[in-house]
Structure formats: structure tokens, C-alpha cells
């Protein structure tokens, strides 16, 4: 592939099934190169350093912002999540196309730098379904659950400034919209670079 990669960015708020939905097509479009974002927090049961995120201190986290290593980061519920510059300029300089699953603030952070990238926002089927999903993780306390749902709040009202809004009401559904989403971007760029060869060699 000639020229410069573009850019996926996926957001949905707590308990929108946004780490299942990145996860598959993670599996499914394995050409795509991933950015795993870094967090300060601590692992959930199941998660894997490296996989679901990287998992560093506070002041590992913060030294990275000094030296200008973090491409966008924001801080949620007293933890630091990121998006590493390196693997960003790497990919995208290679040309390789690039799939990243952020919150609203990282991706608005990425679509003032990426104008053209294509932004989906994952959106619950209903609050309610939301909100039992929330409570069914068990990984939170009360006051835990409410304040992730103030920022399912929040997160739902940056959703207009999104390309592209896929409802989650069926995981595979869900998965197979933004795939198809990616695809037809993908090789609607590729038809471009070729037309733009053959004027320029023309």
C-alpha cells in the first residue's frame, strides 16, 4: 500500500461493549495495525497486559507526557488512559491503516489532528440495558455504578461529532456494522491512491 495509513477510531461510553466489538475486529481485520492503549489502572479479571492495555504507574504515565511520548491522553474515575506516539507516527508513516478504541476526549484529541480519519461511535441499544450491563460486570461498588453513569452521559453527548454511530443491540450485528464501516473506507481510499496514480503517471 502506497502513502500514508488512515486512521479508525472507536468510542462508546462504560457498558456499550466497546472492548468486545475492538477486540473482534481486532481478530477479524488482522492486517490492521492496533494501538493498545496505555491505562493506569488496574487489570479487570481476564485482562492481559499487552493485550487489553499496557498497564503502567502513575509516574510511568506522567513521565511520558513530559517527554512527549503520548499522542492523547485524559483522566476518568482517577486513572490516566493513553495513546502511545510512537506506534501512531509508526503505522501510519508505513502506511499501514490504523484501529484505535478511545473515549470522546482522546478521539477529539485525534480528530484535530486527523481531519479525514473515521471516527464510529458505539451506542447502547438503551440506558437500561446500559445500566444492567454495568451492574452485571461486578466489578464496581454502588457509587461506582453512578458515576459511570454520569459519564455515559457526558460521552453521549460528543456522539454527534462522530462519522459514523453503530447501536449495539447484538454483539455480532454490532461487529459486522463497523467492519463493514472499515472495509468500504478502506478500499474507497485505495480507489483514490490508484486514480490519483494515473493522472500523476499519465
Known amino acids: 500500500m502506497s502513502g500514508r495509513g488512515q486512521i479508525f477510531v472507536l468510542s462508546g461510553p462504560p457498558g456499550a461493549g466497546k472492548s468486545s466489538v475492538a477486540a473482534r475486529v481486532r481478530r477479524d481485520l488482522p492486517e490492521l495495525a492496533y494501538s493498545v492503549s496505555l491505562s493506569t489502572r488496574q487489570p479487570r479479571p481476564g485482562e492481559q497486559d499487552g493485550v487489553d492495555y499496557y498497564f503502567v504507574s502513575r509516574p510511568e504515565f506522567e513521565r511520558r507526557i513530559e517527554a512527549g511520548e503520548i499522542a492523547e491522553h485524559v483522566?476518568?474515575?482517577?486513572?490516566?488512559y493513553g495513546t502511545s506516539q510512537k506506534v501512531l507516527d509508526r503505522a501510519l508513516d508505513q502506511g499501514q491503516d490504523?484501529?484505535?478504541?478511545?473515549?470522546?476526549?482522546?478521539?477529539?484529541?485525534?480528530?484535530?489532528?486527523?481531519?479525514?480519519?473515521?471516527?464510529?461511535?458505539?451506542?447502547?441499544?438503551?440506558?437500561?440495558?446500559?445500566?444492567?450491563?454495568?451492574r452485571g460486570r461486578n466489578t464496581e461498588d454502588e457509587a461506582q455504578v453512578r458515576d459511570r453513569l454520569e459519564r455515559v452521559r457526558y460521552e453521549l453527548s460528543k456522539a454527534e461529532h462522530y462519522t459514523h454511530l453503530v447501536v449495539n443491540d447484538d454483539l455480532d450485528r454490532a461487529v459486522a456494522?463497523?467492519?463493514?464501516?472499515?472495509?468500504?473506507?478502506?478500499?474507497?481510499?485505495?480507489?483514490?491512491?490508484k486514480l490519483l496514480a494515473e493522472f500523476q503517471a499519465s
Open 98 to 134: 490504523l484501529f484505535l478504541d478511545t473515549d470522546v476526549n482522546g478521539a477529539e484529541a485525534l480528530r484535530q489532528r486527523f481531519a479525514d480519519g473515521v471516527f464510529i461511535f458505539l451506542l447502547p441499544p438503551s440506558r437500561r440495558v446500559l445500566e444492567e450491563r454495568l
Open 75 to 80: 483522566e476518568i474515575f482517577g486513572n490516566l
Open 177 to 193: 456494522e463497523v467492519e463493514a464501516i472499515i472495509v468500504a473506507s478502506r478500499r474507497r481510499t485505495e480507489r483514490h491512491r
